[in-house]
């Protein structure tokens, strides 16, 4: 019987109870405060993150895996059986880590590899891993789970209300939202995924204005496959949580921490929803 191998990159955000039930692999960014290196969710967890957040001078730095540790992962799941391997990346317009998954394929042949862009970050990501996963537990095969991951990617959406813009503008991240520097500080930006790059998503003058905005964002993409919530910290959850309470969605809510690689472009506070369309 075939089996293939969902493997994800950190900025997924996937929660680790998602990973081991579905057997998700997963290939770390690095996280860098000044001289100190790290590895996402292997020697640094979103808590000890932001923990160090709110000590450090200065913003933390991500860098991609390299194509090395891609294909240590090819290797040990072609090692473990697997017949054929999906990868699936956050935007290749936001990190090179497409980049190195692609080149490591290159020099692996021992099993298929195929390489998905989602155009995503987060759990929009992390989603599209666990659609994925769930349907090679079913039986699909590797060609079947290749249509299907190419299908999913113009289904997920992303709506995130930040609570700074400090690290996202330091980190260059800030994209088609450039419109919201120089806003006063009342003011809560919303933000989005658009072709695979951040945008702005509006302005709203309160918190609750904010949040009823993401979910509207949900709403207006009905029916829904899967949907999920992201904070770092965010004292909104529970009100999010409640909001989400009444819209129709064919699979559990997942409520994920957001770690290094997207915290450090998104900053404390941050709250999102990422959703999957359902097949229509």
Known sequence: MAHIQILCDSGCDLPLSE?????????????????????????????????????????PETAAPSPGAFLAAYEAAAAAGATGIIVVTISAALSATYESARVAAEGFDAIPVHIVDTRAVSMAEGLIAIDLAEAAAAGADFDALVARATSLVPKVGVGAMLVTLEHLIKGGRIGGAKALLGQVLSIKPLLKLENGVVTEAGRQRTTAKALRALVDMVQA????????????????????????????????????????????????????????????
């Not at 990973?19 to 590895?39: C, D």
């Not at 909104?236 to 997207?262: C, F, N, Q, W, Y």
């Open 19 to 59: 990973r081991t039930r579905l057997g998700i692999g997963l290939v770390s960014l690095s996280i860098r405060f000044g001289a100190e290196e790290f590895t996402d969710r292997v020697d640094l967890s979103p808590e000890e993150f932001w923990e160090r957040c709110a000590g450090a001078a200065t913003l």
């Open 221 to 280: 993409a009905a029916p829904l496959s899967r949907l999920a919530i992201m904070h770092a910290n965010s004292p909104d959850l529970e009100t999010m949580k409640e909001l989400l309470s009444a819209v129709p969605v064919a699979h559990p809510i997942v409520v994920a921490d957001i770690g290094p690689t997207v915290g450090t472009h998104g900053g404390p506070g941050l709250i999102a929803l990422a959703w999957l369309e359902a097949d229509r």
